[in-house]
Structures are given as structure tokens and as C-alpha cells.
Nanobody, 117 residues
Framework: QVQLVESGGGLVQPGGSLRLSCAVS????????MSWYRQAPGKQRELVAK???????NYEDSVKDRFTISRDNAKNTMYLQMNSLKPEDTAIYYC???????????WGRGTQVTVSS
């Protein structure tokens, strides 16, 4: 059974940092495109960053140069290092796995990130 479990969210002041983790159980991690999405109150869920099985990464424009996505295939875990956080980064952050070259997708339950003074 595949499960995605996010952790690392919390309350941080503007300019601060957080590191999110997504632990994946089941034998899909190494062959999946992994992504972080977020959903702010009253807004649609949006893609934040994605990383291929070979660790090629792409970012949404507003987080470039502030966020870094990475993965450890040996630990079945994906990370999102978030620096220089802004109030507009406040959202629930979700982990997503899509098995490469397929339409099979899995979601985590999300972790809350709140940026506020």
C-alpha cells in the first residue's frame, strides 16, 4: 500500500526557514516524479516544485531562488527547503507522486505552513 506522509510544517516568522519532508512507503518512489503543491485559503492548489527520478528540478516562479526541492531515493523521501519565507507562502503543502510515464498519482494529506509575525 502506498502512503505519502508530509512533516516539517509549522509557524515561522517572515524571513525564516522551514524544511518539509515527504516519506513514501511502497515501492514507487524511485520511479516517480515527485512534486510539492500548496493550497492557500480560498485559492486553488498550485504546483510549487517538482523533481524527476533523476533529480532534475523545476520551480514555480515565485519560489525560485528561495526554495530547493531534493530527494533521497535510498530513503524514499523528498524534501523542500524553504528559505526567506513570506506571508504569501502560507498554505497547506501537499506531497504528490506520479509514477513515471503513467497516470497513477498519489497524494499526501498535507502539512500546514504559516508565515506570520
Amino acid at each position: 500500500q502506498v502512503q505519502l506522509v508530509e512533516s516539517g510544517g509549522g509557524l515561522v516568522q517572515p524571513g525564516g526557514s522551514l524544511r518539509l519532508s515527504c516519506a513514501v512507503s511502497g515501492s514507487i518512489f524511485s520511479r516517480s516524479m515527485m512534486s510539492w503543491y500548496r493550497q492557500a485559503p480560498g485559492k486553488q492548489r498550485e504546483l510549487v516544485a517538482k523533481i524527476t527520478p533523476g533529480s532534475s528540478a523545476n520551480y514555480e516562479d515565485s519560489v525560485k531562488d528561495r526554495f530547493t526541492i531534493s530527494r533521497d531515493n535510498a530513503k524514499n523521501t523528498m524534501y523542500l527547503q524553504m528559505n526567506s519565507l513570506k506571508p504569501e507562502d502560507t498554505a497547506i503543502y501537499y506531497c504528490n507522486a506520479r509514477i513515471w510515464a503513467s497516470d497513477v498519482v498519489y497524494w499526501g494529506r498535507g502539512t500546514q505552513v504559516t508565515v506570520s509575525s
